[in-house]
């Protein structure tokens, strides 16, 4: 991080326990908590009121082990000279607070992403109760006790994808100061650090005059906004740079953590530039908002370096010498690759990219649209050069790497364009040519599960090795196992948010994506000779009985298919030879 510029980072962890000791001393116990606090792998939409009592509870192992995590994160950014932004309270409290303070002024936050009531529809606090600016107050000073003043900037965002539900300019206003005087009451040169997200989520709530109401709630530079989408839906031209409070021009680039070749690169480019430069601008600086960064990595590179440039570079130099840097030697190959890549797949002309809703990755449809901006064929060229380019480059890891994710990329496209044959052969009632299409798209779910075993990156098992190293007993293992595979599938109980977080790994493609699709093209190769319509709503509930849900039950153990093989170049010239009809 502080090689590439980075010195202003969220430093969240930890911040459960600080809470608990905060809500222990008004009298609320592990249980009460329970009912508030989420797993492991949903903590960020637990923090910002989103959702509550999903997939926990939190043991006390888990709460100690990430107070000492926290320990060594401060420890090592202040080593770094980079200045940490810490958690702070935005008004969200437990339901059981009621039973401690009966007269407790609150409302109740909006449902959301079709999570039942129970477990969204959070407490939020009145700003006109004491308890609002005094909860702030104490939830500073406990983190301040435990590991010192290592900051002056703290993070809260109340109404996340949630609406307040009053309209009123003066009740923003109020929940706003209340959030900030919770702060400085604590540390009297607090300074507010939220994100501007939910001025774009729900722009036709947030009319002008609320986002003044609420950014002016404090004190101008008192308040630092992060524009975090500013790539594809910035903020601060539509609202005088946040009505004079500072910002952070960010690209949020990726949700979910999906795989995905995808990025803006000339966007990214100019969009910092116009930002510094627009009028009474009061940008303070560049920054990284992704759901996820392990994908895409030229994208970031190219983020970091804008905070050194105060005009647009040139792109074709910079891709070339960044292929230079990441192979260490010049390869005419690589730069074709690259190159068609560079104008394709990685410049997206707008922004509304669906990335991640991937015909592969989605339940199985028959009407699924997948937005492609780019012609495949620049992805199968690329595969070719990049491959070619093994011949003189050396077989480093990060070639490798690179080989995998352009396969995966290329048969993700694959099975995009026979699901589309699929479609039509479905709408005529060709029984033959959709079994056949359906043929080919069960094989290319097998071979890219193929591939991806050559390269440990791409790993489900990696990531259940990371969910169960936190456990220190047989049952939170499977707490923490289930939550890590839950939140790449179903994403809540029922699929309330299914596919969001999909994985294009090894282990996912054959145990999830691959079931599934086979029982979706039975059923409709069903329909067609039967003389039926296909039963969309028959196959979900099949598909989350027999599939969705025991994948996240199920504890995970790597079989031969999924397992780390090695021997990337060699499967892809196979594939590029099975496929060579599609990869044209």
């Known amino acids: 991080m502080a090689l590439q510029g980075i010195n202003f980072p969220l430093a969240f962890t930890g911040q459960e326990e600080m809470w608990r000791r905060v809500y222990s001393k008004r009298g609320l116990n592990d249980d009460d908590l329970a009912g508030f606090f989420v797993g492991p792998a949903f903590l960020a939409w637990g923090r910002m009121g989103n959702i509550r009592r999903w997939d926990g509870p939190l043991s006390a192992h888990w709460l100690n082990g990430q107070v000492e995590l926290q320990h060594k994160i401060l420890e090592r950014m202040a080593s770094l000279g980079i200045i940490p932004i810490l958690p702070a309270f935005g008004g969200i409290v437990p339901e059981a607070l009621q039973r401690i303070y009966p007269q407790m002024k609150y409302s109740r936050l909006q449902s959301w992403s079709h999570f039942p009531d129970n477990m969204t529809r959070s407490y939020l606090l009145d700003p006109s109760d004491p308890l609002y600016v005094s909860l702030g107050q104490e939830f500073i000073h406990e983190m301040q006790a435990e590991y010192g003043s290592v900051t002056h900037f703290y993070n809260a965002d109340t ?11 003066d009740f923003v206003r109020e929940v706003a100061n209340a959030t900030y005087r919770g702060m400085i009451q604590a540390d009297s040169e607090a300074i507010w650090v939220m994100q501007g997200w939910l001025f774009v989520y729900d722009s036709d709530f947030w009319t002008p005059a609320l986002i003044e109401a609420f950014l002016t709630a404090a004190p101008l530079g008192r308040m630092i906004l992060l524009d975090l989408d500013a790539d594809s839906y910035p903020v601060y031209n539509n609202t005088q740079s946040f009505f004079g409070q500072p910002f952070i021009w960010c690209m949020l680039h990726n949700y979910g953590a999906v795989e995905g070749l995808y990025g803006r690169l000339s966007e990214v480019n100019r969009g910092p530039v116009w930002a510094r430069n627009f009028s009474q601008s009061t940008m303070i600086g560049v920054g990284l908002s992704p759901e996820g960064i392990e994908q895409n990595e030229i994208i970031y590179e190219f983020m970091n370096e804008m905070s050194w440039r105060t005009t647009p570079t040139d792109l074709n130099f910079w891709v070339a010498d960044f292929v230079d840097r990441r192979y260490g ?13 560079q104008t394709s797949v990685w410049d997206r002309p707008t922004g509304d990219a669906n990335q991640g809703h991937y015909a592969l990755t989605r339940r199985p449809r028959l009407d699924l649209v997948e937005p492609i901006w780019y012609d495949p064929s620049d992805v199968y060229f690329a595969l070719e050069h990049l491959l070619n380019a093994t011949q003189t480059l050396p077989q480093s890891p990060i070639l490798m790497y690179d080989l995998t994710d352009l396969g995966r990329q290329a048969l993700q496209v694959a099975f995009h364009t026979v699901y589309g044959t699929f479609q039509e052969a479905v709408k005529v009632q060709n029984l033959k040519n959709a079994t056949k299409a359906g043929r080919i798209m069960v094989a290319i779910l097998t071979d890219m599960n193929a591939l991806l075993s050559t390269n440990g990156h791409f790993s489900l098992e990696k990531w259940v090795d990371g969910a ?13 196992v289930q939550n890590a595979l839950n939140q790449i599938t179903l994403w809540g109980p029922d699929g309330n948010i299914i596919d969001y977080a999909n994985k294009q790994w090894a282990g996912v493609v054959s145990r999830y994506y691959r079931p599934r699709w086979k029982i979706f093209l039975q059923r409709v190769l069903e329909s067609i000779q039967n003389s039926k319509p296909f039963d969309q709503g028959a196959f979900d509930a099949e598909v989350f009985a027999e599939v969705e849900k025991p994948f996240t039950l199920r504890q995970y153990v790597p079989d031969e298919e999924d397992g780390t093989t090695g021997g990337t170049t060699k499967v892809l010239h196979t594939l590029i030879t099975k496929y060579q009809d599609i990869f044209q």
């Open 159 to 169: 109404f996340n994808e949630q609406r307040p539900n009053t309209s009123s300019p």
């Open 468 to 480: 169960k190293s936190w456990s220190s007993t047989p049952d939170e293992e499977r707490l923490y």
């Open 329 to 341: 030697a010049v390869n005419a190959e690589a730069h074709l690759a690259f190159r068609s890549l």
